[in-house]
């Protein structure tokens, strides 16, 4: 039920109008708690009900403004911060929407308020990796019509990829009568190896992604220090 087209006008109202009904009733139910009647009807008695019925509403809407309206105010600024770094996209070309820390809200609620939260840094999370992910094909499409040698497309290439898919190395085959030949490495100290694996060879033959899952301690060799993959990707 609306009364305005502001919805904390039309709770302050409810509030309002719930606050008079309870001090209205409240002189004729203290009469059944054993008040004399003619105390319990004056004037006085009931004006000052009716008005503490009358000013708790109020207390509680303030209230209901301040711990509810906040976190709603909260997440409208972040709405708002988001639609200007858009418009910077559209109008000054920018490729970066906004890093965690500045767009996201915090979440300090295990409710309805808590859940919109959760579901807007989702929806700034993943609008933001769409972005990125547009910048990195056009940024690919720009490198791809820049050169034609192999060697630098493959390094190129291979560093796009690492840089948007948070790798720590990787390295870039390309197939010569029969024979894995290198055109880039980055990060990894003997890609013959790589290319000698059983893992490799047959993706490369079935013309399937693979995804090999490594158990915890295995370390594989860098140029600057060793590191634990989680993961490793054959993308044929």
């Known amino acids: 039920m609306r009364i305005t087209k502001k919805v904390f006008t039309d709770l302050a109202i ?3 109008v719930f606050g008079l009904v ?55 600024d972040g709405m708002a911060t988001v639609e200007t770094k858009l418009r910077e996209l559209t109008l000054a070309g920018k490729t970066e929407l906004c890093n965690y820390e500045d767009c996201s ?23 933001a990796d769409s972005l990125q992910t547009q ?5 690919f499409s720009d490198m791809l019509a820049s050169t034609l040698d192999l060697e630098t497309l493959a390094l190129n290439s291979l560093g796009m990829f690492l840089e948007n898919s948070g790798s720590n190395g990787g390295a870039v085959f390309y197939d010569e009568i029969g024979e894995l030949k290198i055109a880039a490495n980055l990060g990894l100290k003997d890609p013959e190896v790589v290319a000698a694996s059983d893992h490799v060879q047959i993706a490369l033959q079935r013309r399937q992604t693979k995804k090999i899952t490594l158990p915890k301690g295995v370390r594989m060799e860098g140029i600057l220090a060793d590191f ?8 044929p």
Not at 105 to 127: C, H, P
Request: net charge negative; with cysteine.
């Open 135 to 139: 910048q990195a094909v056009s940024t």
């Open 228 to 235: 634990h993959p989680s993961e490793i990707l054959v993308l």
């Open 105 to 127: 809200i915090i979440i300090d609620s295990e409710d309805i308020i808590g859940e919109s939260a959760q579901v807007y840094n989702r929806l700034v999370k993943t609008l």
């Open 22 to 76: 309870i001090g209205f009733v409240f002189p004729w139910f203290v009469i059944l708690l054993g008040v004399p009647r003619e105390i319990a009807i004056k004037p006085g008695f009931y004006v000052s009900c009716l008005s503490a019925g009358a000013l708790a509403g109020i207390i509680n809407y303030f209230l209901a403004l301040y711990v509810v309206g906040s976190r709603i105010q909260i997440l409208a």
């Open 14 to 16: 409810f509030m309002i």
